[in-house]
């Protein structure tokens, strides 16, 4: 991958690598040429990689005190948030590091939809990306289900209930998942088994996820492939590590406010009163960065097709290289795509938001039209934007001047004068 | 074309809120007086603690257990903070049972520090059979199990009073107009002069409420003082180094004929 072969200097350090060539990684690593026009949208690769780390090593912290049994395990929660050392300090980084670990790969999502990121040759890191976004979803939903408080029970009972919408095996399948025949203790071990797993898929995933980044090399705000290296890249390190540790501190902060300062915000209150099987909660809704989905699931009055286009909502973004058939990248170059971009983020966002509200009346019609727009633009409007649309010109190089002699002005931004 | 987009969605958005307010149950704004836990460096009135505690123990205690709190809380630092002699004749004053002894026995003493906190009933199902089948909630996170913390608690226990013209209740329930569906099993728990406090505080409604609603979030957030106070910490030091890194990030990056 790197362009001149890398020899350690000390006689050990050769022996080794021509062994296991660890030190020869390392050097790829930092070596690893590096867009330099690249702005502050590409630092949550290094943002989620941080979270991942920290929801595990806190998780595993967690896993320490936390007990799973459907009598013990509210108890347990309570028993971290007031006697362990410092318990309530890990269990609510933990608690509040899915939410921002969900803001951060939405934010990555869309950086990807809007620079054409997911585009030729990265297909294979943008798929690798969305199995990682799937074993996210259902890593927070196995772990939203442990505290055993009422939403955890509720939404454990919902989500596994879609299960039951399969013909023939539906029924089968929901016991199986269960371990019984209603959400109860089996579900919780086996859940909390899970919860354990996925995090190190996720890894290994994220791992590969980098690897297939390394070989085409990162895409840019101006979407064209650069030859690496050139003048037009810098080495990763220490010009984008110590960009992304700027990132990473600011995005800190904004954790720090949540988990020091309003740790329960982002929670349901009812998950603080334990599951109880006999009374159910006026209003069972999943955790903010699920409501879109949940949003498309109850806007189609069926439920099998409810299921179907949940899971298609997120298949859809799977085989997303292959519909949109514009050869341009960065939507910086396709106006018309440009609009539609912001269109579909403001679709998504209204989805979050009728997702949180009852499924009646005007919300419901309002989710219709949103979920309707949602498969509209991935289905319709990509491939034909493809065709239809006249992009601008795009350069040839960061550096050198633009196609037809004229600056272009999106190009030129980011230079000094 | 770009900017009438966002218009259309800024309007569509502000619409589709007003609706939610509109066809929302028209509900009371909370009574707020006044948290002194709140905001960033926000601490618990210790007077006011033990004052709640009071409360706590003089009425709610008739039906509510706490379990979750033990009675070495009481004097650990951030919460009521009582001394740890007094804390001591607290545990003593309740008793429960414990054993197997070694001759097989159950038996009865006194509570300790290390225990927690003696509730009213033996099971849920006897506290709901001793009220009229309503089960009178365990209150250890209660102020985190409401929407509105600790400001709906306060205002619940403000807010008894006469049905509206036209409204029948049933025996046993009373009107509320906190309360969501404004119907409550529990009967109006405070009333002037209920508790008489020993530091001269006038036991008023609003006082007593206050300093319950107080001892509650404290119960359900003992180490919020903690949580405040490295909070701070961890802000300004991350705001700092967070300065550092930018200077040396402008400083690297000088090299590059490229902002960052």
């Keep these: ?417 | 074309m770009k900017n009438n987009l966002k218009l259309i969605l800024i309007i569509f958005l502000i619409s589709l809120n007003s609706l939610n307010s509109n066809s929302a149950e028209k509900s009371e704004d909370l009574l707020n007086p006044g948290w002194s836990f709140k905001g960033f460096f926000g601490k618990f009135d210790r007077a006011s603690l033990q004052r709640g505690y009071q409360v706590y123990t003089e009425v709610c205690s008739a039906c509510h257990s706490i379990k979750y709190l033990s009675y070495r809380n009481l004097y650990e630092p951030g919460g009521p903070e009582f001394s740890k002699e007094q804390a001591e004749i607290i545990a003593s004053q309740f008793e429960l049972t414990d054993g197997p002894n070694n001759d097989g026995e159950m038996f009865t003493r006194q509570a300790r520090l290390s225990d927690s906190f003696v509730g009213p009933y033996a099971n849920e199902k006897a506290a709901t059979a001793a009220n009229g089948g309503a089960y009178p909630p365990d209150m250890s996170v209660l102020v985190k199990a409401r929407q509105g913390g600790a400001s709906y608690i306060y205002s619940v226990l403000l807010g008894y009073e006469d049905p509206p013209e036209g409204m029948s209740l049933d025996d046993g329930v009373h009107y509320n107009k906190f309360m969501s569906g404004n119907k409550i099993m529990m009967t109006k728990p405070l009333s002037e002069g209920i508790v008489q406090y020993s530091d001269g505080t006038s036991a008023t409604e609003e006082q007593m409420a206050k300093d319950v609603v107080t001892f509650l979030a404290w119960a359900a957030e003992p180490h919020l003082e903690t949580r405040h106070k490295i909070g701070f910490r961890a802000i300004v030091y991350l705001i700092i180094i967070t300065v550092l890194v930018y200077f040396s990030m402008k400083k690297l990056w000088s090299r590059i004929e490229t902002e960052v």
């Design chain 1, 1 to 417: 991958m790197s362009d001149h072969e890398y020899t350690p200097k000390s006689k050990f350090g050769k022996w080794f690598n021509d062994r296991l060539p660890l030190l020869s990684l390392s050097a790829h690593l930092r070596e690893y040429p590096t867009p330099k026009n690249l702005n502050y949208w590409w630092t949550f690769g290094g943002i989620l990689t941080f979270c991942l780390v920290a929801q595990i090593v806190t998780g595993i912290v967690l896993a320490m005190h936390y007990v799973a049994n459907s009598d013990l395990a509210f108890a347990s929660v309570e028993h971290i948030m007031r006697d362990v050392n410092y318990g309530w300090l890990i269990r609510y980084f933990h608690a509040n590091g899915s939410s921002m670990f969900f803001l951060a790969v939405y934010i990555h999502i869309f950086r990807a939809l809007y620079y054409g990121s997911y585009k030729s040759p990265r297909e294979v890191i943008w798929i690798i990306g969305m199995i990682i976004y799937f074993l996210m979803m259902m890593t927070a939903f196995t772990g939203y289900v442990l505290p055993w408080g009422q939403m955890s029970f509720w939404a454990a009972t919902v989500i596994t209930n879609l299960f039951s919408a399969m013909p023939f095996i539906g029924e089968s399948v929901t016991n199986w998942l269960w371990g019984g025949f209603a959400v109860a203790n089996p579900t919780l071990t086996r859940f909390y088994a899970l919860h354990y797993l996925l995090p190190f898929l996720i890894f290994g995933l994220v791992i590969l996820h980098i690897w297939a980044l390394h070989v085409p090399g990162n895409n840019n705000p101006i979407g064209i492939e650069l030859k690496k290296p050139s003048k037009d890249t810098v080495p990763f390190h220490p010009y984008i590590v110590i960009k992304d540790l700027f990132a990473l501190l600011i995005f800190l902060i904004v954790f720090a406010f949540f988990v020091f300062y309003s740790p329960n915000l982002l929670g349901h209150p009812d998950n603080y009163i334990e599951a109880n099987p006999m009374v159910t909660p006026s209003h069972i809704v999943p955790e903010w960065y699920l409501l879109p989905f949940y949003a498309i699931l109850r806007s189609v009055p069926d439920k099998l097709f409810g299921v179907i286009a949940m899971f298609a909502s997120v298949f859809v973004l799977v085989i997303l290289p292959w519909l949109d058939t514009s050869k341009v990248k960065s939507a910086i170059f396709r106006p018309l795509y440009k609009q539609f971009y912001w269109f579909l983020l403001a679709d998504v966002i209204i989805l979050g938001y009728v997702g949180a509200m009852p499924a009646e009346g005007l919300y419901l019609l309002v989710a219709r039209v949103a979920t309707a727009y949602y498969f509209v633009h991935f289905l319709i409007v990509l491939p034909v934007l493809g065709y239809k649309e006249k992009t601008l010109d795009v350069p040839l190089s960061l550096t050198d001047p633009v196609l037809g002699g004229s600056t272009n002005e999106a190009l030129t931004k980011g230079q000094k004068k």
